[in-house]
């Protein structure tokens, strides 16, 4: 099995004020080549809510080399690299004009039951999965574990109408918007060479109350979203380098 690919032009809805592609623009990108890819195959989101089913991002590292320009035209190139009973390994490789891998990803994924709120044995999918594995090493390091915050937050958000996705719950971009909100724009202007990792914890849902506490060491900010009950939502790691 060969991997996947798909041509990509950084439009003008993808970049910021820099004329760039946000980091939150490249992580819309790379997620709507992971839903592409699965409808192709045959396992899309289309496939599963016949079972009220429906797949949901469980963690993602990106290392980005560069922040491509408006309009700068790739390739990306993405495949499975395996799966067990809890979650799907997805691989990215972001390819330039000229040939050269500026951002690399690796995401793992799961199945979540819209009845219950609850995972899915991936198991289920075994079939589907047949002929889809690529025989090819994952691009980077797997999103590593980040742990817990503690302190005061510094930005509460309430989730509304524009947060929320297909599954009902936040959307990927928003949570890395908002972390974004909170950092020195000094800091996001002069962003280009950076590795990000997501752990989503628990959902967060229309109406919820998120409190987004934040740390800094050196070049690197560590985040965390709690909800009203103290709990975990979505902890996250960008290193600058």
């Known amino acids: 099995m060969e991997k996947s690919v798909f041509k990509f032009t950084i439009a003008p809805q993808y970049v910021d004020f820099t004329s760039r592609a946000s980091v939150s623009g490249l992580l819309d990108i790379i997620l709507h080549a992971a839903g592409q890819d699965a409808y192709r195959r045959g396992f899309g989101i289309d496939v599963l809510a016949e079972k009220n089913y429906g797949w949901v991002l469980s963690r993602i590292c990106v290392e980005v080399d560069y922040l ?9 190139y993405t495949w499975i690299g395996g799966y067990n ?44 999965h047949e002929g889809t594995i690529v025989d090819a090493p994952s691009p980077c390091a797997a999103p590593r574990r980040i742990g817990a915050l503690e302190g005061e937050p510094v930005l509460v958000h309430k989730v509304a109408y524009s947060d929320i996705d297909f599954n009902r719950h936040m959307n990927t971009m928003r949570y890395i918007d908002l972390m974004s909100d909170s950092m020195p724009i000094e800091q996001l202007e002069a962003l280009n060479s950076f590795r ?35 709990e975990s939502l979505c902890r996250a790691i960008i290193e600058i380098k």
């Open 85 to 128: 009973r809890l979650a799907s390994t997805r691989n990215f490789e972001l390819v330039d004009a000229e040939g050269n891998l500026f951002a690399r990803a690796v995401s793992q994924w799961c199945m979540l039951d819209f009845a219950t709120r609850m995972p899915v044995d991936m198991n289920t999918l075994a079939k589907v």
């Open 196 to 230: 990000l990792d997501l752990n989503f914890v628990k959902e967060a849902r229309y109406g919820d109350i998120l409190k987004l506490y934040s740390e800094t060491c050196d070049n690197t900010y560590t985040f965390e979203f709690k909800n009203d009950a103290a």
């Open 68 to 76: 491509p320009k408006e309009y700068t035209e790739f390739t990306l």
